[in-house]
């Protein structure tokens, strides 16, 4: 597989920081400026904010971190190290911060992890594996989830528009139904039969008004093949602590609202586990953004969540959230870019010449 280094390059570009930033700015003083319930004393009851409960936001988002960076050295068989794993991490959360949340930063998560020594077929197989990880814990958990919030994790119809709830609630089961089988499908493909796979979809494409994308399916057949190749032979044990590294970056990502919402207001433990419910059809929500990182939708869609619980605290614990799960990514992977491209193109060239 060849990729576009001319887009990956214009995808990892540093100037991009400011568009998610305004979009998320624009949102943020409009809802400022329209919303009647939003003030300048909205503002200053972040002094009521515990400490103690702002810190464990921190703590557990970098939990959540610190699992992503195991995950990868874990995937990579440790090829990378600690340091290796952490700008990789970085620069992908910054590729998936600057592109739509529905494009995601895929070609890029592969561009780096083949030019940090990994085979293309290595890289393929550990951007695939994460991202079944990822998918499953959400087609897994959510109904869990939905259990445990006794159903309760779709907004109060009195804050939200019956016809904006039904919406969100049609999203929800479309986007679940469509995220199961694309997992199922996905891993089948990758852990069961690789190759009837690429028939099936070369067969698919040889429709007449899908041929045009036969080549691309082909080549899509072939990726899932090396990539099935580079994950046979891995031991039971080492896809548990893969699964399991990926509940724990779960939990940690949606514990981290929790905490910020506990910070300034009492949550019972009925409420904490609606909270963390209601953060998976965010997520969906989010992902189906088309703006850069769901900057402005992130925020408009934050009060309508969790305004049920947080009351004149929603103006202002909705960009704290923002300042600590999305926008750090941004200004991270602007300073780690530049030195990543260094060390790796021109460190590498001066050595070759050597």
């Known amino acids: ?38 003030s300048i004393e909205n503002l200053k009851v972040v002094s009521d904010a515990s400490l103690p409960w702002l810190f464990f936001a921190v703590l557990v988002l970098f939990f959540r971190d610190f699992g992503y960076v195991y995950r990868i050295r874990e995937l990579t068989d440790r090829h990378l190290s600690w340091t290796r794993a952490i700008y990789v991490i970085i620069l992908w959360e910054f590729a ?3 592109t739509p949340s529905v494009v ?44 445990l919030a006794k159903g ?28 199961a089988t694309y997992s199922l499908v996905m891993a089948l493909a990758l852990f ?20 045009k994308w036969k080549h691309n399916a082909q080549e899509f057949g072939d990726q899932i093949i090396v990539a099935s190749r580079q994950l046979s032979g891995k031991s039971l044990s080492f896809w548990l602590k893969i699964v399991a590294v990926t509940i724990f970056i779960w939990t940690s990502r ?3 609202l929790n905490a910020l919402v506990s910070a300034f207001v009492p949550l019972s433990l009925e409420q904490e586990i609606i909270v963390f419910a209601r953060q998976v059809i965010m997520w969906i929500v989010m992902m189906l953004s088309p703006t850069p990182g769901s900057s402005g939708t992130a925020e408009f869609f934050y009060g309508q969540f969790f305004a049920q619980f947080l009351g004149q605290y929603t103006f202002v614990t909705s960009i704290i959230w923002r300042l600590f799960s999305y926008y750090p990514y941004l200004f991270l992977g602007a300073i780690f870019l530049p030195r990543w491209i260094k060390q790796v193109f021109f460190k590498k060239k001066q050595l070759a010449e050597e």
């Open 192 to 211: 069961y039969r690789p190759r009837v796979f690429k028939w099936i979809l070369i067969k698919i494409c040889s429709i007449k008004f899908l041929r």
């Open 152 to 179: 309760n994790i779709f907004p109060d119809s009195k804050l939200l528009e019956s016809q904006l709830e039904n919406s969100l609630q049609a999203i929800f089961w479309i986007s679940y139904s469509l995220y």
């Open 104 to 147: 995601g930063g895929t070609a890029v998560a592969m561009f780096i992890l083949n030019k940090e020594g990994m085979k293309m077929g290595k890289a393929i197989a550990i951007v695939m594996v994460t991202a079944i990880m990822d998918n499953l814990f959400f087609v897994i958990g959510a109904p869990v989830i939905l259990f």
């Open 96 to 98: 998936s911060a600057v």
């Open 1 to 38: 597989m060849k990729l576009d280094n001319k887009k990956i390059f214009q995808t990892l570009n540093p100037n991009k920081v400011w568009v998610p930033i305004l979009i998320g700015l624009g949102i943020i003083v409009a809802m400022f400026y329209m919303d009647p319930n939003v």
């Open 254 to 256: 949606y514990l981290m």
